[in-house]
Structure formats: structure tokens, C-alpha cells
């Protein structure tokens, strides 16, 4: 097990979904992280997979556990990168965002909806509250607290919301091995691609993130928040 991470294995033959959503948490507090995972798995028809406090562990979780609903802490996507890094790479995957009070902003509703998150409720809510933006999000693949809604009228979301700027799995990977201050030969020589496929995946991150350089593209995934602290390495 990863530090950082609290997970456990899928059901053999992916048999959890079939009864019900499989949910897994991003949130940076353990009492909170504990407290959700205690309640779902007392839930009928709901499956807790894991969770993890650091937004640069969540990628690795969602690829190891394939949740059908992920829970994030509005505090650790403001910006909605992880949502669209993950949806756009899982596009069955329903990313419900935990709205802190600072973010009740007509602004941050929009913003999270058009970078791919399909869900949201107040994180300070009532644990049903949270339970029902689960089952509904999960069957109806979009739920909006009633508290919340109001700040989305009006709102709609452009055909390739969550998708227009996501990363590929292997594309994150060499972003944080440039971070890492590898060259390219490096880069190819520890995920044991070619120079050529390196240089491909660089000139996709630059596009998608629009970077200017390899600087800048790091530059703007720690300002997101993606590479606080780097992913953890097999």
C-alpha cells in the first residue's frame, strides 16, 4: 500500500458494479476521509475503494481502483485539472466536487462543470446529503446540490468540457519526469519508449497545456497543483 493511500483491491470480475457504485475520496483530511469511508460501507449498494489526502496520489489511485464515483475536496481542485485529467482518460467516471464555503461562487460552479466534474454538494453537508449526490450522480451521471444549483442557471457546458486539455496517463508520467529534471533520452530510458515517442508526448503536453516550453509546462502543472510532490513511482 501506498503511503498516502487507503485502498483496497477490486472484487475479482468487476462484481461491485454490478450491485452499485464503487466510491473512492480525495480529501486532505484523515478524520474526514474515515468518517465517509465508515458510513458508505454501511451504505446498501455502495462499494468504498480507497482514498487519499494529496491531490499528486490521486491519479495513481484512480488507476488502480477504477471508481465509478470519485469524491474531491473543492480546496484541492479549484481549478478542476484533476477532473479533467481523469475524465478525460475515464470518461465513465463521475467526479463529484465537495464545495467548500469560499467556493460557492457562480465563477467555480461553471469553471468545475466545464472542466469535467459532473456533481457537487457542500462538503460541510449533511452525510445524506452526500450519500444522495453519490447514488444520483452515479445513476444519472450529473447531480447538482439544490443549494448549488442556482449558481449553474443559465450554465451550459461546451461539447468537450473535461476533455479539451486532458493528459494522457502516459503523457503525466513524462510530465513529471521532466519535472524531475530528465532530458528526453532520460525520460525514454526509465519508461523504456524511444527518444522519438518522448519527443511526440512533449509536443502533446506543450499543446494541451499550452505551454510555451518544457519550463513552462511544469511551471503550470505545479501552479495546478498536479505535481505537488511529485507521483509516487511503481
Known amino acids: 500500500?501506498?503511503?498516502?493511500?487507503?485502498?483496497?483491491?477490486?472484487?475479482?470480475?468487476?462484481?461491485?458494479?454490478?450491485?452499485?457504485?464503487?466510491?473512492?475520496?480525495?480529501?486532505?483530511?484523515?478524520?474526514?476521509?474515515?468518517?465517509?469511508?465508515?458510513?458508505?460501507?454501511?451504505?446498501?449498494?455502495?462499494?468504498?475503494?480507497?482514498?487519499?489526502g494529496h491531490l499528486h496520489t490521486a491519479v495513481r489511485m484512480h488507476e488502480r481502483l477504477r471508481p465509478d464515483v470519485l469524491?474531491?475536496?473543492?480546496?484541492?481542485?479549484?481549478?478542476?485539472?484533476?477532473?479533467?485529467?481523469?475524465?478525460?482518460?475515464?470518461?465513465?467516471?463521475?467526479?463529484?466536487?465537495?464545495?467548500r464555503e469560499p467556493h460557492r461562487t457562480a465563477k467555480y460552479v461553471r469553471s468545475a462543470l466545464s472542466a469535467g466534474v459532473r456533481g457537487m454538494v457542500p462538503r460541510a453537508g449533511e452525510i445524506g446529503e452526500v450519500l444522495q449526490a453519490i447514488a444520483r450522480g452515479h445513476a444519472e451521471?450529473?447531480?447538482?446540490?439544490?443549494?448549488?444549483?442556482?449558481?449553474?442557471?443559465?450554465?451550459?457546458?461546451?461539447?468537450?468540457?473535461?476533455?479539451?486539455?486532458?493528459?494522457?496517463?502516459?503523457?503525466?508520467?513524462?510530465?513529471?519526469?521532466?519535472?524531475?529534471?530528465?532530458?528526453?533520452?532520460?525520460?525514454?530510458?526509465?519508461?523504456y519508449v524511444s527518444v522519438e515517442t518522448v519527443r511526440t508526448h512533449v509536443k502533446n503536453i506543450l499543446r494541451k497545456l499550452r505551454a510555451k516550453d518544457r519550463t513552462h509546462a511544469v511551471s503550470l502543472a505545479y501552479q495546478a497543483g498536479l505535481l505537488s510532490g511529485g507521483v509516487p513511482r511503481p
Do not use: C, K
Not at 15 to 42: K, M, N, Q, T, W
Not at 82 to 88: P, Q, S, Y
Open 1 to 52: 500500500m501506498r503511503t498516502g493511500v487507503n485502498a483496497r483491491p477490486l472484487t475479482p470480475g468487476g462484481d461491485r458494479r454490478a450491485s452499485g457504485p464503487g466510491v473512492a475520496l480525495v480529501d486532505p483530511v484523515p478524520l474526514f476521509r474515515e468518517g465517509l469511508a465508515a458510513v458508505v460501507r454501511r451504505t446498501p449498494a455502495m462499494h468504498w475503494l480507497g482514498s487519499t
Open 71 to 99: 469524491l474531491v475536496d473543492s480546496v484541492l481542485d479549484p481549478q478542476g485539472h484533476l477532473a479533467t485529467l481523469l475524465t478525460g482518460n475515464d470518461p465513465a467516471l463521475v467526479v463529484i466536487s465537495l464545495v
Open 141 to 191: 451521471r450529473t447531480y447538482l446540490d439544490p443549494t448549488l444549483a442556482p449558481l449553474a442557471a443559465g450554465f451550459t457546458p461546451t461539447a468537450d468540457a473535461g476533455t479539451r486539455r486532458s493528459l494522457s496517463r502516459r503523457e503525466y508520467e513524462v510530465l513529471q519526469l521532466i519535472a524531475d529534471g530528465l532530458e528526453n533520452q532520460a525520460v525514454a530510458n526509465e519508461l
